[in-house]
């Protein structure tokens, strides 16, 4: 079993910045593949980012290429969601996965582990 605890969602006006973080316990961190999901109201869980066991391989959704970033900590057990130039359309619940192995996958059926979620609003 692996628990994920997000933290850092906020209220924050466009163009602005947030970092979310989650902290992983239970089983071997480095042994997951980590992902970003968001999920809007009345909207679909979306896939934001996606990165491989050591970190060296991150994939991003084409909407927050060049504006999110992900990264990770194994030695902290932590990944990172760096956000700049927000946007109201980034408003949603956001989420960290994980699954098992070193591919990073879109779909989040494939994730094994999820956190609880913490909500990012972005104002106009």
């Known amino acids: 079993q692996v628990q994920l605890v997000e933290s850092g969602g906020g209220l924050v006006q466009a163009g602005g910045a947030l970092r979310l973080s989650c902290a992983a316990s239970g089983r071997t961190f480095s042994n997951y593949a980590m992902g970003w999901f968001r999920q809007a109201p009345g909207k679909e869980r979306e896939f934001v980012a996606g990165?491989?066991?050591?970190?060296?391989?991150?994939y991003y959704a084409d909407s927050v290429k060049g504006r999110f970033t992900f990264s990770r900590n194994n030695a902290r057990n932590t990944v990172y969601l760096q956000m700049s130039s927000l946007k109201p359309e980034d408003t949603a619940v956001y989420y960290c996965?994980?699954?098992?192995?070193?591919?990073?996958?879109?779909?989040?059926?494939?994730?094994?582990?999820w956190g609880q979620g913490t909500q990012v609003t972005v104002s106009s």
């Open positions: 990165t491989n066991w050591s970190g060296g391989s991150t």
């Open positions: 996965a994980a699954r098992v192995g070193n591919v990073v996958i879109t779909a989040g059926a494939g994730y094994d582990y």
